[in-house]
């Protein structure tokens, strides 16, 4: 068992930065990638950003390219959401994953930390 526990989310302007967190304990050892969704209000769960556990590789949806990085610090068993530019169209709450193979879908999932972009 693996569990997540998502922070740092909250009110932003549009324009402002947030950082996310998402804290992994447990059997982390058989993690093959960490990913961030969201889920707007009203629509459905959309992938953000994945990275390999060892963090060297990475990948983003197109909407936030150049705006979103994301990061793992090895030590801590902590990956990172750094979100820049932020608009209102990136209001959601956000879900950290864990997968165990490239190929498996992502099955563990933190609680989720709301984010808020206002006008």
């Known amino acids: 068992q693996v569990q997540l526990v998502e922070s740092g989310g909250g009110l932003v302007q549009a324009g402002g930065s947030l950082r996310l967190s998402c804290a992994a304990s447990g059997r982390t050892a058989s993690t093959s990638a960490m990913g961030w969704f969201r889920r707007a209000p009203g629509k459905a769960r959309e992938f953000v950003a994945t990275i390999t556990w060892r963090g060297d590789i990475t990948s983003y949806t197109d909407s936030v390219k150049g705006r979103f990085i994301i990061s793992k610090d090895n030590d801590k068993s902590t990956v990172y959401l750094q979100m820049n530019s932020l608009k209102p169209g990136d209001t959601a709450v956000y879900y950290c994953?864990?997968?165990?193979?490239?190929?498996?879908?992502?099955?563990?999932w933190g609680q989720g930390t709301p984010v808020t972009v206002s006008s």
């Open positions: 994953a864990r997968r165990t193979t490239p190929s498996a879908t992502f099955n563990s």
